[in-house]
């Protein structure tokens, strides 16, 4: 019967073996096989040289004689364990001792004399499994991250956030998440949907833009026996996250109103109601109340929202959310490429000191773009993240009610305003009846040029 043989060249390449056999030439014989199936292998005669070797050398896996000259394998399998996994070698007569090896925590073992194709098999197979249990690892770290969304940051201001989701999770009540864009509006919806009783069930997001038309929320009825669902159906018992409610049309939010008043719904085109049983959270970057006190929001939705209401402040008035943040990101791209990457002193300088406008989202972008341009490099360095220069702070020097703007350019008068109002929104922490006091105008002028900002 022809022997099987399993490649595994995608991998080999990044796989690396530490053979230690004390007979020399069954230690050259097997080094040259494992190197010629293309993995990076290292060979040592004893626990003396296999501690030299491994002070340069990090293997992936050892092949260890259970018999060396200056240890015992059983008592060496422990302390080799600590640098990876280990796989024991063994004559015909130590079968039973290295069936004891293995279940003190060997891998396998393999019987000398090791046939070539025993050997690759042997290896083909123990790589298959570590690359099973890591794709397993994934898949559950992914099914768990569906039903547990973690609200990352060690600030006041987000344990606040923390606290009224633990809250405001065991109502039925519809929840209005408000923040600028990128500060994780959506992270805390999906974190009220994981906590609640209706986690088993769908999490729909509805981005309420232009595109969005009746038939996509509430459906249709044709007249044939065929009905178009809609995305209130499709939640059936979960949750609908209404990003950007402010843009809804006054048409849609009068429909919406309906619903939320009355748990009931009618299909474009049907004559009688369905029922409705998903829960609504929304999310808007913008003040609602200004939107509804001008009459370019309908008052009795905005009331209705605000009754739960959670803040997410800008990533600049929580600057100890920062780097928390950016661990978080980095150790997801490192599980997710199998890498293990870390920030540079110099790198957590550059990102605490930077102010971030584009919040968590800009964050994490610059996390992904550190870790990609870092490519075979341990450290991610400023230049790999490349954050833009400051354009605006307040120097170390300048007093407290000082104002000091900076550029690195001839900046226009937009931008001048632009960089001051960020600057009063870091001092105030996003508190806009104090932004409108420093600026010395209405909050509703105030409003209006936030909301410019914004859009921006």
């Not at 360095?381 to 354009?391: F, W, Y």
């Amino acid at each position: 019967m022809p022997i099987m043989r399993c490649k595994m060249e995608t991998h080999k390449p990044h796989h690396r073996i530490l053979l230690i056999e004390d007979d020399k030439t069954l230690n050259r014989l097997m080094l040259d096989q494992v190197q010629r199936l293309g993995y990076d292998a290292r060979s040592a005669a004893s626990r003396e040289e296999t501690l030299e070797v491994l002070r340069d050398f990090s293997p992936d896996l050892a092949i260890l004689d259970i018999r060396l000259p200056d240890a015992d394998g059983m008592t060496f399998l422990p302390e080799l364990r600590e640098y990876c996994a280990v796989m024991i070698l063994t004559a015909y007569g130590s079968i039973d001792q290295a069936v004891n090896a293995v279940k003190a925590g060997a891998t396998e073992f393999l019987v000398k004399p090791v046939s070539p194709q025993n050997l690759e098999l042997t290896l083909a197979r123990f790589f298959e499994t570590v690359a099973l249990k890591r794709d397993l690892a994934f898949w559950q770290a992914q099914a768990q991250s569906a039903t547990q969304v973690e609200l990352v940051g060690e600030s006041a201001e987000m344990a606040e956030v923390r606290r009224l989701v633990s809250i405001f999770a065991a109502a039925d009540t519809p929840v209005l998440i408000c923040g600028e864009s990128g500060v994780g509006k959506g992270a805390v919806a999906a974190s009220l949907h994981a906590q609640s009783t209706r986690a088993n069930g769908r999490f729909i997001t509805v981005d309420c833009d232009d595109t969005l038309n009746e038939a996509d929320l509430f459906g249709q009825d044709t007249g044939s026996k065929e009905r178009s669902e809609g995305l209130i159906a499709a939640a059936d018992n979960g949750t609908i996250f209404l990003n950007d409610i402010d843009k809804l049309s006054p048409a849609m939010q009068s429909k919406l109103l309906r619903v939320m008043e009355t748990g009931s719904y009618r299909p474009l085109g049907a004559t009688a109601a369905m029922p409705s049983t998903a829960r609504f959270v929304a999310a808007t970057g913008v003040e609602l109340e200004e939107m509804a006190l001008m009459s370019h929001f309908k008052s009795e939705l905005f009331y209705l929202l605000s009754s739960l209401k959670i803040q997410v402040l800008p990533l600049r008035a929580r600057k100890s959310d920062v780097m928390p943040l950016a661990e978080h990101f980095l150790q997801g791209r490192n599980f997710h490429r199998g890498i293990d990457k870390s920030f540079a002193p110099e790198t957590v300088d550059a990102l605490t000191e930077y102010d971030w406008p584009g919040n968590v989202r800009e964050l994490r972008n610059a996390i992904e773009r550190g870790v990609i341009m870092s490519a075979g490099a341990d450290t991610v360095l400023p230049e790999h993240i490349a954050l833009p220069s400051q354009s605006s702070g307040l120097p170390s020097n300048a007093s407290e009610n000082g104002v000091s703007l900076r550029f690195d350019h001839q900046p226009t008068l937009d931008e001048i305003r632009d960089t001051y109002l960020r600057l009063l929104l870091d001092k105030f922490a996003g508190n806009r009846k104090q932004v409108a006091e420093a600026l010395g105008v209405s909050e509703r002028n105030t409003y209006r040029m936030l909301k410019k900002l914004d859009g921006k």
